[in-house]
């Protein structure tokens, strides 16, 4: 089946600085990424929606110029994190779909810390 | 404005016996409904699907009935095994031909079931 790898699984840093968390298709060409944010407790939220070759799609009330987003390939969606606070930690979460009926496979999370 | 809505935030059965998570929705355009489980600091991972067209779809101890009238739909796992503790998602779609479009998800039920 579809593998979407994201790496890192795990991150801390500190204020003010930026983290690049990166998503994959391994066996697959996936023209739209997505990307979500999930708080303690709470939904997955859509941040973004990454598309390969063009600007990403962001969700009403995510700062585009804070949450930085490149899909450079069919493979390859970054998020980078820029001049990050400690209300961005969170769990950044990547997925992507191979073909509609398989769903969407997701990446297996990165848990940013922001101390 | 949730529009997709888990509203049992938690679910606690015996091992063997049935579980019934329940998911609801407001948005009428949806038209495929995806059930994702998820464990502690992973990414969600796809359980079972169900298209519009169809009221129940099952796969081995996993059934999702579609009540579109009501638009309610429901997870069964049968029999519920100790592995199976973790948060469901339920999530819904409104399909663009052969493409999914993006994901609208509830909060999540967190299911526990013991021996």
């Known amino acids: 089946g579809a593998v979407v790898s994201q790496h890192p699984s795990w991150v801390i840093c500190k204020s003010g600085t930026s983290v690049k968390i990166e998503c994959r298709s391994l066996?697959?060409?996936?023209?739209?990424m997505f990307w979500y944010r999930q708080f303690p407790k709470q939904s997955l939220m859509l941040m973004a929606t990454s598309n390969e070759g063009s600007k990403a799609t962001y969700e009403q009330g995510v700062e585009k110029d804070k949450f930085l987003i490149n899909h450079a390939s069919l493979t390859l969606s970054t998020l980078t994190v820029t001049s990050a606070h400690p209300e961005d930690s969170s769990f950044y979460i990547c997925?992507?779909?191979?073909?509609?009926?398989?769903?969407?496979?997701f990446g297996s999370g990165t848990r940013l810390t922001v101390v | 404005d949730q529009q997709v809505k888990q509203n049992s935030p938690s679910l606690s059965v015996q091992e063997g016996r049935i579980s019934i998570l329940n998911c609801d929705y407001t948005?009428?355009?949806?038209?495929?409904f995806l059930w994702y489980k998820k464990y502690p600091a992973e990414g969600p991972t796809f359980l079972i699907s169900i298209s519009s067209i169809k009221d129940k779809n099952e796969d081995g101890r996993f059934t999702v009935f579609l009540n579109k009238s009501a638009k309610h739909l429901s997870l069964h796992i049968v029999p519920s095994q100790p592995g199976d503790s973790a948060v469901y998602f339920c999530?819904?779609?409104?399909?663009?031909?052969?493409?999914?479009?993006?994901?609208?998800f509830g909060r999540g039920t967190q299911l526990t079931v013991w021996p």
């Open positions: 066996d697959f060409q996936a023209t739209t």
């Open positions: 948005n009428s355009m949806f038209d495929y």
């Open positions: 999530a819904a779609s409104a399909r663009r031909g052969s493409t999914l479009g993006r994901l609208y």
């Open positions: 997925s992507a779909s191979e073909s509609w009926n398989y769903g969407y496979t």
